[in-house]
């Protein structure tokens, strides 16, 4: 439950057992990686996110997470509809890189989308899995209010589990609305591992 207001996100520890989320790493890892994009234009822009990323469409993924996401909206009293999963980000980050304070939510999705389950779609809930600990920094962060200046750390800030907060991530699950302010801090040694998942639904 949330530090902040009851239910303004949701954490499921050891989601996934180490096991398993060894099992994604080695398939992450297998795929051919990319500098991580961001914004509408999808472009790479290293002075708000600097991590690399590859994509994951196993089945037995979307079969374990999506009814997880689903009955976490039902249990949090969000009332959001959702019905399409993009694909899943698996995400890499090394020494030094981090993701700045964003939001997930994107405008809808229009018809030169080439994907047609997203046209005239929006993301409403995302979520992230936690698929290591061996690591220090990277820590997620999560705050809930519309204004913010990236520059310092606002009041209510919600840290997440990381080697820097010296709490065992590896395995938990974290679902939050898409609109919710959220970034990764740098990482000082290691290599953070995680997957990122977004849900599409008519807004």
């Not at 992450?28 to 234009?41: E, I, R």
């Not at 996110?49 to 009955?71: G, M, Q």
């Not at 304070?101 to 229009?110: E, F, G, L, S």
């Not at 989308?113 to 993301?123: A, F, H, I, S």
Request: aromatic residues 12%; neutral net charge.
């Amino acid at each position: 439950m949330s530090e902040l207001k009851e239910y303004s996100w949701w954490q499921i520890p050891g989601f996934f057992t180490k096991e398993q989320c060894e099992k994604v790493i080695e398939l992450g890892t297998k795929q051919k990686t990319k500098k991580a994009k961001v914004g509408n234009t999808q472009e790479v822009v290293k002075k708000i996110r600097d991590a690399k990323v590859a994509w994951l469409e196993d089945k037995w993924l979307y079969d374990a997470i999506a009814p997880a996401i689903h009955d976490a909206c039902i249990s949090a009293n969000w009332h959001t509809e959702w019905d399409w999963m993009e694909s899943i980000q698996f995400g890499t980050y090394t020494k030094g890189n981090f993701y700045n304070w964003h939001q997930d939510n994107k405008p809808i999705y229009t018809e030169d989308c080439d994907r047609e389950n997203w046209v005239g779609k929006v993301r409403k809930v995302s979520a992230t899995l936690f698929l290591n600990s061996d690591y220090e920094g990277g820590e997620f962060q999560l705050w809930e209010t519309l204004w913010y200046n990236k520059d310092e750390l606002p009041s209510g800030v919600v840290h997440m589990p990381g080697k820097e907060r010296g709490v065992v991530s590896t395995g938990t699950l974290v679902i939050f609305p898409s609109h919710l302010h959220h970034r990764v801090t740098p990482v000082i040694t290691g290599t953070r591992h995680s997957l990122v998942i977004w849900c599409l639904g008519k807004p």
